[in-house]
């Protein structure tokens, strides 16, 4: 596995990135054992960049990571996590958060939205003990898609500072946008960006971020190759998602016409959409949801298919 550099941060992340939602069971359940194994079967790989969020099953993606990774050598992987969404007590359980945020557990805690300097800093130390750690290799700003301002004013500043302090290696925002990451990497001395859904064989709607990224030595981590699952199979079936929602014919049949093209030069669309992202110089990982050991291994293999300069030639035009 290669190894890239925030940019000037000195942190270091593998090129291929281990997504925490499912250790925090999103949308149905991970087991105990399901979920370390996964983690273990990952670092063996050569992954060493693991990303989870307090939004990620309530605190529970966090605790399970920190425990499955408390066996290796702290400098040895890297961790990121998320601010921006507080966990505060539910005066109101219902039983579950499936409903209400997408995740199998029970809803005895609420998120809050909290961009503030104060609500950043407790966020931290509320995820350094969960995970078990003290210190954060990547913080992001998480989802402030109606708190633009707060996230540059607030959030991000009060990260910068503790960047400083040497609590955090590098700062970061994550969305699934490209404005509001566009405006923090303009404004504010930002080390990463992680963009979901974005920077896509299919949608490269972050072409602008990605350049300007790469003009001001920031580097881009893609999230959800994917798109939902819409490139997860050699062909996209009928009731395929994209962007968490059914794929409109238009989608259905532009992925169609890039599995042609795959099919042509003998790849495969899934292999295909793990290795464009890194074909950007901004780019430092593609991070994927794993759930378990055999999805890591896949992940991998896709990453390592053989992808001819014809077919990439074909694809990218």
Known sequence: MKTRTIGRSGVQVSDLGFGGASLGNLYRATGEREAADAVAAAYRAGITYFDTAPHYG???SERRLGKALAGFPRDSFAVSTKVGRALDPNPDPTGSDLGSGGFAVPDDLVRRWDFSADGVRRSIEESLG?????RLDIVYVHD???HADEAVTAAIPALISLREQGVIGAVGIGMNQVAVPLRAVRETDLDVVMLANRWTLL?????E???TCADRSVAVVAAAPFNSGLLARPRPPADAMYDYRPAPERLLAEVNHLADVCERWDV???DAAVQFPLRHPAVVSVVAGL?????VAQFVARRDAAVPFEAWAELES
């Open 203 to 207: 949608d490269r709607s972050g072409q």
């Open 268 to 270: 495969t669309l899934p």
């Open 130 to 134: 969960r995970l078990g750690l003290d």
């Open 209 to 211: 971020l990605l350049d």
């Open 291 to 295: 759930r378990n050991a055999a999805q």
């Open 58 to 60: 309530l605190g529970l």
């Open 144 to 146: 402030p898609d109606t």
